[in-house]
Each structure stands twice: as C-alpha cells, then as structure tokens.
C-alpha cells in the first residue's frame, strides 16, 4: 500500500517557511518521496503502519496549514497517469519485493 501527503503550509513569515521546512525535511527522513513540492509518498507494509505513520506526522503539524493523508493500493499507484510538458511519463512501477529465507 502506498501512502501520500499532500499539504499546503502557509509561507508567508520567515517563521512559517521555517515551519514548512521543517515538516518537508521531516517527511524525507521518514523515507517519503518527493513527487511534487507539496505531494510526498512512501511505499508501506499495511494499516498498522498507516496508523502509526499518520501518528507520527500528526505531532510534528505545523500550526497553520492544510494536510491529508491518503492510502491507496498498489494496483491503484500503477494506474498513476503522469505528464511532464505535454509529454506522457513512463508509468509508475512497484518497487519488488524482497523475500528473505
């Protein structure tokens, strides 16, 4: 299952760019992805990891701002139709999944 954050954080004050930063810097050391300036998404294990993610996130909030958290499957994320310009993107893979013995 993948998760993704995406949010709108005021940038107006020097504190609140600080804030913002903050949070972006956050998600990256969680292992989140940059899609856009404002999307991150990471590949998770299940809901327990979902719940515990969205805790996580959920106490470093800044104080102003918008953020939601989605969950989609995998066959959702390969179904992601991306255009770069007027080009089409290579369609989104799913990392393999590594099996240890």
Known sequence: MWMIVLFDLPVMTKKERKAASQFRT??????????QFSVYYRLI????AFDSYVADIKKNLPKAGK????????????DIVSFS???REKSKQNPTQLVLF
């Open 26 to 35: 956050g998600l990256l050391n969680k292992g989140f992805h940059m899609s």
């Open 45 to 48: 294990s299940g809901r327990e």
């Open 67 to 78: 953020v939601d958290i989605v969950s989609i499957t995998d066959r959702q994320y390969e």
């Open 85 to 87: 310009g007027k080009k």
